[in-house]
Structure formats: structure tokens, C-alpha cells
């Protein structure tokens, strides 16, 4: 079945350290790739993705390539802000209008 | 992209009673879906929410348990029956309209529920 695999958290990282957050995929299909954050006390919110393999998705610094070899879709940024502080959530979906397949979920805390 | 609300924004509740969630949107979306995420954990799909007819379930999850109403293209409610401590959770209601081709989901900011 389809399943995403998440790196589990928490991270804490100094300000302007390098963030790497591991995710790889298992699905049947053709997936479209997505990062989702949920900042303290909101709702998710879309990052990034990418809809097709070797796709890069970007977004307010953050970085993610749908590698298909691989199977992974991991998140960079080269340089975090303590306002980077969230949780950070890989998801795939096959088709549109089909439900999203989560990943655990990683706790980012970005020190000053 | 569509600005949703949910109410209530949290509460607590007593084993063996309903609470009755509601999810409202700022535009007609074609998909509403209701996500649960039990304490340290992902999200699951609890159903999607069709306009003017039943729900679908996924499994595991049943209309007993979690009614879901949606009347209109804007609206939906989730209920959560007969609770008990299990579920203790965020419950999120999220949309996607299929008409703008960009294969996105937005989420409202969820429901915290805990049940004593």
C-alpha cells in the first residue's frame, strides 16, 4: 500500500545550521509529493511539492526533489531561523482528489 | 487558496456524549475530508464528506461513530459519538477543489478534543 516514512524528531538546530528532513515513499502509482508545516497553534499549511519525478519544490528557502531512484523526497534549507520552529509533514497522494498518506511528523526547534 | 474554519477551536468532554464539530469554507470547494491525529501521531483520513449524500468511510472509521453532514458546497459537520478517552484528538477538516487543477489540500486549524 501506499506509506510514507518519516525522519523522527524532535531537531533542535542553532540558527543558520542546515536543516536535512529524511523522507522516502512507498506507492502503487504515479505520486505527487508534498511538505506540509504546522507552526504552533495553527493548521497545516502547504510548503512545497512536486507532481512528477526530478521535480524540485521550493518555497520560503526550503527546498525538496522528487527523486524516483530513490524514492524520497527530502527537505532542505541551507540556512534556519528560529521562526522555522514547526512540525514538518511528508505526504503523498496518487490521483487528485484522493486522500494524502502522512508521515509522522518531525518537530523542528531552531535556537538563537 | 480557500480560508477555512472550524468550530470549536478546542473542548472537553465527558465520556458517553456527542460533540458536533463544524467546518466552514470561504468558497464552494469540490472535496471536504475530515483527518483525525491521535496525540503524537499522523493524520488519518476519517472520511470524505459528499455533498448532498453519504459520506465515505475509510476503514476502521463508521457513520455510527462519526456522522457527517454536508449540505452545501461550503459547510460540513463532524460528530463524534458516544466518546471515550480514545478519542482524545485533533481533528482537522480539509479541502480541495478540483476545478483549479492545482492538486492541493488546505486544512482548517483543527479541533482539539479531549475527553475525560
Known amino acids: 500500500g501506499d506509506s510514507v516514512t518519516q525522519m523522527e524528531g524532535p531537531v533542535t538546530l542553532s540558527e543558520e545550521a542546515f536543516l536535512t528532513i529524511n523522507c522516502t515513499y512507498t506507492a502503487t502509482g504515479y505520486p505527487s509529493l508534498f511538505w506540509y508545516v504546522q507552526y504552533p497553534g495553527e493548521g497545516l499549511q502547504l510548503l512545497l511539492k512536486a507532481t512528477k519525478a526530478d521535480d524540485k519544490g521550493s518555497n520560503k528557502g526550503f527546498e525538496a526533489t522528487y527523486r524516483k531512484e530513490t524514492t524520497s523526497f527530502h527537505l532542505e534549507k541551507g540556512s534556519v531561523q528560529v521562526s522555522d520552529s514547526a512540525v514538518y509533514f511528508c505526504?503523498?497522494?496518487?490521483?487528485?482528489?484522493?486522500?494524502?498518506?502522512f508521515g509522522t511528523g518531525t518537530s523542528l526547534t531552531v535556537i538563537p | 487558496s480557500a480560508v477555512i474554519s472550524q468550530k470549536p477551536s478546542r473542548d472537553i468532554c465527558q465520556r458517553g456524549t456527542s460533540l458536533t464539530i463544524q467546518c466552514q469554507v470561504d468558497?464552494?470547494?469540490?472535496?471536504m475530508f475530515w483527518y483525525r491525529q491521535q496525540p503524537g501521531q499522523s493524520l488519518t483520513l476519517i472520511a470524505t464528506?459528499?455533498?448532498?449524500?453519504?459520506?465515505?468511510?475509510e476503514s476502521g472509521f463508521v457513520i455510527d461513530k462519526f456522522p457527517i453532514s454536508r449540505p452545501n458546497l461550503t459547510f460540513s459537520t463532524l460528530t463524534v459519538s458516544n466518546m471515550s478517552p480514545e478519542d482524545s484528538s485533533i481533528y482537522l477538516c480539509?479541502?480541495?477543489?478540483?476545478?483549479?487543477?492545482?492538486?492541493?489540500?488546505?486544512f482548517g486549524p483543527g479541533t482539539r478534543l479531549t475527553v475525560l
Open positions: 468558497s464552494q470547494v469540490t472535496m
Open positions: 480539509s479541502v480541495e477543489d478540483l476545478t483549479s487543477g492545482r492538486h492541493e489540500q488546505f
Open positions: 505526504a503523498l497522494r496518487v490521483g487528485s482528489g484522493n486522500q494524502f498518506y
Open positions: 464528506a459528499n455533498q448532498g449524500s453519504e459520506a465515505t468511510y
